[in-house]
């Protein structure tokens, strides 16, 4: 078994605010988990302690039921897949795969029934006799995944593997390695700053923000109910647009006008005064093309200032302002969110059919099911 249990792990440099602040994550056995968050928020950090490059300042690793804090790398047995793949350029794949069982004098019977397991296990059969330079991105991915096979580590641990490689690549590559992880069923920790990968390879996904666990996972669950501002904002793209709001009775007061909502939304917002709402840019739509929208108490009228039309969708941009109550707290999640989210404007994905134009009214309806409500203070998801 090797699950990978980090127990309220801490990580200072010197005196300063702590890299990684009292996380704990249980990895199951089998499980993909996703270490995801803005640069600096720790993750590499937390990886390196798990591999043990790195001491732990306090906190328990936990590997297959045996703390890890005083072992060494060599004795942990997990097998780290770096970004470049780390491969020697003039080994043959198959001394590639090899080198593992070489630095362990494994006898050539040995290397040879293991290199060619692994090397079946990866369709890497007929690649065994050339070098690393003569083969794609994705082989070389292999290579290096092999090497870690024959190791029969406890886990792969990946930091950042695909961030060099062009995005056609890195989509290619993204799926191979979520096949491979599922044929193995090794026990995997995934570093990225990507919330894409995070979201397609991940079952369950940590969401890291200046050393802090923002919230634990599945992608599904961190889409439809993000616990806090941070992760609203961090999931999904284009991101989750985030308004000043008001709850009165069961309607929300938004810039533009009152749209209704479920009443145990309403429920755990009332009384809070100011709020922000968070809405996701597909729970609007033209009110014109959804049948019975129009006129209805879940649509709003606003000026549209940009209209970008791709067929199948159109994205429609309405500015609005902030009031001083709620503008600072949504400035500092656009820097948190290096501008990802923006506070001045409002972006909805519309139908194709749309025949909204820029400069004129619309009537926009809004999904109030779909409507999250953060406390301004805290960023906690009341709703
Ligand atoms: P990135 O995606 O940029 O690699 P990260 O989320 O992986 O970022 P870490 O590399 O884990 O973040 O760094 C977390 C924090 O710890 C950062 O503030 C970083 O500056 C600091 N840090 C990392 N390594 C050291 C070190 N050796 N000495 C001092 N501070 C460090």
Known sequence: MAEIDMKNIVKKYGDGFPAVNDVSIDVQDGEFMILVGPSGCGKSTLLRM???????????MV???KVVNDLAPRERNLAMVFQNYALYPHLTVYENIAFPLRLAKA???????KVRAAAATLELEEHLERKPGNLSGGQRQRVAMGRAIVREADAFLFDEPLSNLDAKLRGQMRTEIARLQKKLGI??????HDQTEAMTLGHRVAVLKRGLLQQLATPRELYEQPGNLFVAGFIGSPPMNFLPATVEGTSVKLPFGSVEIPAEKAEKAAGKGLLIAGIRPEHFEDA???????GSASTFRAPV?????LGNETYAYIPFEAPPEVEQQLRQLER???GEVLHTQLVVSLDGKSQIAEGEEAEIWVDGT?????DPTTGENLT
């Open 370 to 374: 779909q409507i999250h409500l953060f």
């Open 336 to 338: 948190d969110l290096d």
């Open 187 to 192: 026990t995997t920790v995934y570093v990225t």
């Open 107 to 113: 006898s050539d019977a040995e290397v040879d029934e």
């Open 50 to 60: 798990i591999v043990g490059l790195e001491d732990i300042t306090s906190g328990e």
């Open 305 to 309: 200032d940009v209209v970008e039309w």
């Open 63 to 65: 590997i297959g039921g």
């Open 288 to 294: 014109a093309v959804k049948e019975g929208a129009s």
